[in-house]
T-cell receptor, first 119, second 109 residues
């Protein structure tokens, strides 16, 4: 099946630094990628939708200047948490929609997640 | 390698009961999630099992057998709104999420 990877798998950083998380579709092309935050035993919270070659669409309440998203190619989207603070500590998950799925817009493949800890 | 298997699609009748199975082979195990995802929406948390046994939550129940690498999600008194994709995901030894491809559940009147 389709594989989505994330790098790094976990990162610990100091407050005030910026952290970049990569999301890659390994064996398919994805015009659309999604970024989520997962809180313990809770639903995934959609942060933004990333479209290749255009600006990301952010969900209400998500600061676009804090969570920078770049989708430079059909296989890579990056999320940069700028000036990270302890409250940004979370599990960040990306997913990718397979271009080849055509009319099936329901198919998303999820990455393994990146655990961010801000000290 | 790490793998999670669940049926691609299932069909059931409104008011009936359906069981969605999930089998996993992962490097370590730190819990299993079930999520519901409606088209165009983010996955909604349904359950988290880390110990063997059945956990019931309203119309939904989730079962886990760690020795068998097996879980199922049981949906009772099916309603049309239950038509969705159901995702099984496992935390491996590093607390990385390994995802199943999802089971598309179609409810018919």
């Amino acid at each position: 099946g389709a594989v989505v990877s994330q790098h790094p798998s976990r990162v610990i950083c100091k407050s005030g630094t910026s952290v970049k998380i990569e999301c890659r579709s390994l064996d398919f092309q994805a015009t659309t990628m999604f970024w989520y935050r997962q809180f313990p035993k809770q639903s995934l919270m959609l942060m933004a939708t990333s479209n290749e070659g255009s600006k990301a669409t952010y969900e209400q309440g998500v600061e676009k200047d804090k969570f920078l998203i770049n989708h430079a190619s059909l296989t890579l989207s990056t999320l940069t948490v700028t000036s990270a603070h302890p409250e940004d500590s979370s599990f960040y998950i990306c997913s990718a929609r397979d271009v080849a799925s055509g009319g099936d817009t329901d198919t998303q493949y999820f990455g393994p997640g990146t655990r961010l800890t801000v000290l | 390698g790490q793998n999670i298997d669940q049926p691609t699609e299932m069909t059931a009748t409104e008011g009936a009961i359906v069981q969605i199975n999930c089998t996993y082979q992962t490097s370590g195990f730190n819990g299993l999630f079930w999520y519901q995802q409606h088209a165009g929406e983010a996955p909604t948390f349904l359950s988290y099992n880390v110990l063997d046994g059945l956990e019931e939550k309203g119309r939904f129940s989730s079962f886990l057998s760690r020795s068998k690498g097996y879980s199922y999600l049981l949906l009772k008194e099916l309603q049309m709104k239950d038509s969705a994709s159901y995702l099984c995901a496992v935390y491996d030894s590093n607390y990385q999420l390994i995802w199943g491809a999802g089971t598309k559940l179609i409810i018919k009147p």
